[in-house]
Structures are given as structure tokens and as C-alpha cells.
């Protein structure tokens, strides 16, 4: 069975900074490309960045420079380390794994971003 599992949302101020890390079991976690993405209330579920099975990364605009996306095959876990948050970065953050025709989700946590 895999699980993805998110941890280390919270509340932080503007300015603050959280890692978030998501555990994978159940697969075989370094052959999997995984991202991160979120959502809003009221809005749809966004691609924060992602990082290949080579280590290739990516992000959206509005987080570049201040979010880094990193993973430890040892651990099976990714992770998306976040500074200089603002308001507007409040949401769920979901992990996501993907292979091929294989895409595996957790289940979200949430990160506020208010003084």
C-alpha cells in the first residue's frame, strides 16, 4: 500500500520560514519524481515545484528564490523548505509521487502565513 505523508505545516508570521517533509513508503521512492503543490481557498491546486528522479528541479514564479525543493532517497522523503513566506503562500500542501502511468498523493497540510 503507499502512503505519501506530510508533515511540519503550521502558522508562521510573514517573513517566517517552514520545512515540509512528505514520507514515502510503498514504493520505490528514488525512481519516482515528486512535487509539491497547493491550494487555496476557493482556488485550484497549484504545482509548487517538483524535483525528478535525477534531481532535476523546478518551480513556479511566485516562489523562486524562496522556496527550495530537496530530496533523501535514504530517508524516502522530499521536502520543500520554505523562507520569506507571505500571506498569499497560505494553503494545503500536498506531496505527490509520479512514474509513468503511477501517481500516488498525501493528504495535505496546512501552512497559514498571518501576523
Known amino acids: 500500500q503507499v502512503q505519501l505523508v506530510e508533515s511540519g505545516g503550521g502558522l508562521v508570521q510573514p517573513g517566517g520560514s517552514l520545512r515540509l517533509s512528505c514520507a514515502a513508503s510503498?514504493?520505490?521512492?528514488?525512481?519516482?519524481?515528486m512535487g509539491w503543490y497547493r491550494q487555496a481557498p476557493g482556488k485550484q491546486r497549484e504545482l509548487v515545484a517538483d524535483i525528478t528522479s535525477g534531481g532535476n528541479t523546478n518551480y513556479v514564479d511566485s516562489v523562486k528564490g524562496r522556496f527550495t525543493i530537496s530530496r533523501d532517497n535514504a530517508k524516502n522523503t522530499v521536502y520543500l523548505t520554505m523562507n520569506s513566506l507571505k500571506a498569499e503562500d497560505t494553503a494545503v500542501y500536498y506531496c505527490k509521487a509520479d512514474r509513468l502511468i503511477w501517481t500516488y498523493w498525501g493528504q495535505g497540510t496546512q501552512v497559514t502565513v498571518s501576523s
Open positions: 510503498g514504493i520505490i521512492f528514488s525512481i519516482y519524481n
